[in-house]
């Protein structure tokens, strides 16, 4: 009887992790309530004085809508900015580090951020659409 109570206690504090588990189905996106397209080697280009910029394809996901916009300064990619992202924890962490990585090396080659397979995929897809288009 001695050891029943702190096994019955032990057991429950390890099942509320479990119960307070919430899986990422789905997702809300941080951008605007229009409708994603399909993606498309199709994309918006801007010039002005702070240079090219350049809107990837809307890549769709299981997590939600990619799309990203390019600045060049030149043919350098001086800026990456997240258009639509799931709303995701492992997202928000990916984010930072793919554009960072963008800015070293210049392309769409870039790792994926573990732990964040599907989006960093789809933004590579948008990423290397933008630069495509700016051709």
């Known amino acids: 009887m001695k050891r029943a109570i702190p096994v019955v206690v032990l057991s429950i504090a390890g099942l509320v992790p479990v119960w307070r588990y919430e899986p990422s189905i789905g997702g809300t996106t941080t951008s605007t309530a229009e409708p994603a397209p399909a993606p498309s080697a199709t994309s918006t280009t801007a010039s002005g004085a702070a240079g090219t910029v350049v809107k990837g394809t809307t890549v769709n996901t ?9 600045t060049f300064s030149g043919d350098r ?4 900015t997240m258009l639509q992202q799931p ?13 960072s990585e963008t800015l070293k090396a210049q392309s769409a080659d870039v790792d994926t951020v573990s732990g964040a397979t599907i989006t960093s995929d789809a933004y590579k897809e948008s990423l290397q659409a933008a630069i495509d288009a700016k051709g």
């Open 62 to 70: 299981d997590k939600g809508p990619v799309q990203v916009q390019v």
């Open 77 to 80: 990619i001086s800026a990456v």
């Open 87 to 99: 709303n995701h924890p492992q997202t928000a962490a990916a984010v930072p580090v793919l554009v």
